[in-house]
Structure formats: structure tokens, C-alpha cells
């Protein structure tokens, strides 16, 4: 589990063991070089092989000179400010990027398909509607067999509940009542702020648009709270994924290396952002 520890001099920082990783959501830059002497030290203590930094543009260049790396950045996550991400990896091996070519294929392929301005119209079989609490458990079902492992323990039906209790909104397609493909909108209300993840389609139904028309769905929902930037983290060797995010008018914004613990290892995710004022503009 993840656990955000807050200290003086509005700084906070999020423990993530599962996924190996320290995030640094909040810094001073007054105490940011003795703060971060202490995340290694804490990083080594529980084996963590990396340890992030979601930062002010302004302030990369300081990051870079105290061996961090960009790795890219969110649109507008910090109330329409974008944060910069910023890492140094603990381990040689956590550094490394496999296939490189072909991921950036991927995302070269998804810039260039064609968008998709509405909610693409499923089969009448289909219902598209919003997930409750009585969802918990079917929930859990399909992320188990979509997913090995997870970056959060989305295969707890307690901990959907748990989610629903904090801002996070789940949007599914149903078959005959039973789930067959879901997504969420997770809030961050203190940044007006929300990722698209959790998004997973069971292997039968897939290729028949439910994703997409569940994210148009899921914005929409996020328009009716008033949160005007979205962003997803996409595994970057999935086709599939990175063109359904793409289609939608989201926008490559860069690749965290060996980010996130999914389908049973280390994974590299990229980042997709969209700012929805603008999209209703357009």
C-alpha cells in the first residue's frame, strides 16, 4: 500500500513499496536537499529502487544538477500548472528502457489516428452506466483476469469501495448485467486534477469501442465537477491502450521508465494529458 507523509514546510511525500518508488508531491525548496538526502536513505532502508519528484518547471534545472532526470511531464496537474516529473534511479537496472524503438512507434502510430470526437455508439446489447458499491466485487473479478498485478490493489473489492469513498468515479459496460469493461476518473480535488486509469476490458469484448465510449463518458463527468485537466498513464506496450487515449484528443507528454509494477513486473508508462477547457473550444 501507498502511504503519503506529510512534514513541516509544506512538503509531502508518497511511499509506494509495491512499486518501488518514493514520489515527491510537495517540496521547500529551503529544505528540498536535506529532504532528499533523507528519501534515499529511506528508499535504501525499503529496497526502493527509484525516487520521483513532481516539480515546478522553474525548478528542473535544480533537480537536474542534483542528478535527477526529466522524464516528463502532466498538463495542468497542479490547478493548471504543469508538474514536471523528475526521477533518480537507486538501482542501474530500474534505468533501464527495453524496446525503446518500438514504444516510440507506438505512441507515433496513436498521435496519428484519427480522434475521436464523440462517444462511439456501442451495440444495443451494451449498457454503458456508472459503477456503485454493489460493483465491488465484479469489479475485482475483471481486474484479476485483465491484470497478474496492479500498481494498487484494485483486485480488493474492499478497496474499490474504499475509492469510491475518495473521489474516484467508476464508469462500466455491462453485458446481460454482468461488467465487461470499466474505467476511472481518480480526483485530485486539491490540484483540480484527474487520471483516466483502472482501465481493463475483458478479453472477449475487446476491439468494440467500450473503452472509449467509457472515457467520453468519464469526461463528461469530470466536466459536470468542474475539473478541467485530465491526464493517463498508459503502458507503453500497449497498442491499444495508447490509441483509445489518444483518440480522444489526449496529448503525449513523455515516458516514465520502469514506473509501475503491472501484469507481473516493472513497466514503463507513458503520459497522456488533456485540458478540457481548450477541448470545448475547439
Known amino acids: 500500500m501507498k502511504t503519503t507523509q506529510p512534514i513541516p514546510h509544506n512538503i509531502s511525500y508518497e511511499v509506494d513499496e509495491f512499486n518501488s518508488r518514493i514520489k515527491l508531491m510537495h517540496y521547500n ?3 528540498v536537499e536535506a529532504l532528499l538526502a533523507h528519501l ?3 528508499a535504501k532502508e525499503k529496497d526502493i529502487g527509484k525516487v520521483m519528484i513532481y516539480a515546478n518547471p522553474e525548478d528542473v534545472s535544480f533537480f537536474e544538477k542534483l542528478g535527477f532526470q526529466r522524464e516528463g511531464e502532466i498538463s495542468g ?3 493548471g500548472e504543469p508538474a514536471c516529473i523528475l526521477s533518480r534511479f537507486l538501482e542501474d537496472e530500474r534505468a533501464v528502457q527495453k524496446d525503446e ?4 512507434q507506438i505512441v507515433e502510430m496513436a498521435e496519428q489516428a484519427d480522434p475521436v470526437a464523440e462517444r462511439p455508439a456501442l451495440d444495443s446489447r451494451y449498457q454503458l452506466r456508472h459503477a456503485d458499491k454493489e460493483d465491488a466485487e465484479q469489479l475485482a473479478e475483471l481486474y484479476k483476469l485483465v491484470f497478474k498485478t496492479y500498481p494498487t490493489p484494485i483486485h480488493d473489492s474492499e478497496f474499490i469501495r474504499q475509492c469510491m469513498d475518495q473521489d474516484v468515479y467508476f464508469t462500466v459496460v455491462t453485458d446481460r448485467g454482468q ?4 474505467a476511472s476518473a481518480d480526483v485530485f480535488s486539491r490540484y483540480q486534477s484527474a487520471e483516466i486509469t483502472d482501465c ?3 478479453p472477449d469484448y475487446r476491439g468494440k469501442g467500450m473503452l472509449s ?3 467520453y463518458d468519464l469526461e463528461q463527468r469530470m466536466r459536470e465537477l468542474g475539473i478541467p485537466y485530465l491526464f493517463s498513464l498508459t503502458r507503453a506496450v500497449s497498442t491499444g491502450m495508447n490509441m483509445v487515449i489518444a483518440r480522444r484528443g489526449f496529448e503525449y507528454k513523455g515516458r516514465l521508465i520502469q514506473n509501475s509494477h503491472i501484469a507481473g513486473q516493472f513497466e514503463d508508462m507513458n503520459i497522456w494529458a488533456k485540458n478540457l477547457i481548450e477541448d470545448s473550444n475547439r
Open 200 to 202: 481493463a476490458t475483458h
Open 213 to 215: 465510449a467509457i472515457i
Open 101 to 104: 524503438q518500438k514504444k516510440d
Open 179 to 182: 461488467i465487461v469493461s470499466s
Open 29 to 31: 525548496k529551503d529544505y
Open 77 to 79: 496537474f497542479f490547478q
Open 40 to 42: 534515499e536513505e529511506l
